[in-house]
């Protein structure tokens, strides 16, 4: 069983830059898409982003790119988000997904088998 655990979430004013860490055990996920979701305090879940398993491709929802970096280790078995110039509508519970299926990069989020507790990520204005 796969289990995914978040980290590095936090409190942090709005132009701010936040790393959110998430570790994976149970087995290699060296060739499935890792990513993370978010959701807001009476607002559907979302995509942020997502990454294939070789790191070659990624996808990113239009309200964070160019200020959001998803990136991976896969020998470390963990994904990475870096979020840069954090505004206060980036605050949410952010979640770590991982596919199960090998060798695809699905945007959906009933897609994705192994979900995190997620980490609150809190800007202030």
């Known amino acids: 069983q796969v289990q995914l655990v978040e980290s590095g979430g936090g409190l942090v004013q709005a132009g701010g830059s936040l790393r959110l860490s998430c570790a994976a055990s149970g087995r290699t996920l060296s060739r499935n898409a890792m990513g993370w979701f978010r959701q807001a305090p009476g607002k559907e879940r979302e995509i942020v982003a997502v990454?294939?398993?070789?790191?070659?491709?990624?996808y990113y929802v239009n309200s964070v790119k160019g200020r959001f970096t998803i990136s991976r280790d896969n020998a470390k078995n963990t994904v990475y988000l870096q979020m840069n110039r954090l505004k206060p509508e980036d605050t949410a519970v952010y979640l770590c997904?991982?596919?199960?299926?090998?060798?695809?990069?699905?945007?959906?989020?009933?897609?994705?088998?192994?979900w995190g507790q997620g980490t609150q990520v809190t800007v202030s204005s």
């Open positions: 997904v991982a596919d199960d299926t090998p060798l695809r990069l699905v945007i959906t989020a009933s897609q994705y088998d192994y």
């Open positions: 990454i294939s398993w070789s790191g070659g491709t990624t």
